[in-house]
């Protein structure tokens, strides 16, 4: 009888291990993708504070000054009209 009961200790012993060997694994997988998680974050503000700068840097005004005192001809790279020929477009449909 003593054996069966030291089986069932040892046995559940086992089993309470394994448990919290589990439950540890967990709390390191939930850790480390805390970790991922700021990494992501840090890294979007780092992409979106670049795309701000970006388009301070290349506003129409003034790559349209730059390229005149460049003295340089640049075609357009795609066939959408700009905004002036849309504004004269609007004005020509508009006075007919």
Do not use: F
């Not at 003593?2 to 439950?23: D, E, K």
Request: no cysteine; net charge negative; proline share 4%.
């Amino acid at each position: 009888m003593t054996l069966r009961y030291l089986a069932v200790v040892v046995l559940l012993s086992a089993v309470g291990a394994g448990v919290l060997g589990m439950r540890q694994q967990q709390l390191n997988d939930k850790h480390a993708m805390a970790e991922s998680h700021a990494e992501m974050k840090e890294s979007r503000e780092h992409i979106k504070d670049l795309q701000v700068r970006i388009a301070k840097m290349t506003r129409p005004n003034a790559l349209k000054e730059a390229i005149e005192r460049a003295d340089i001809t640049v075609e357009p790279l795609s066939r959408r009209p700009v905004p002036e020929q849309l504004d004269n477009e609007d004005a020509e449909t508009s006075d007919g």
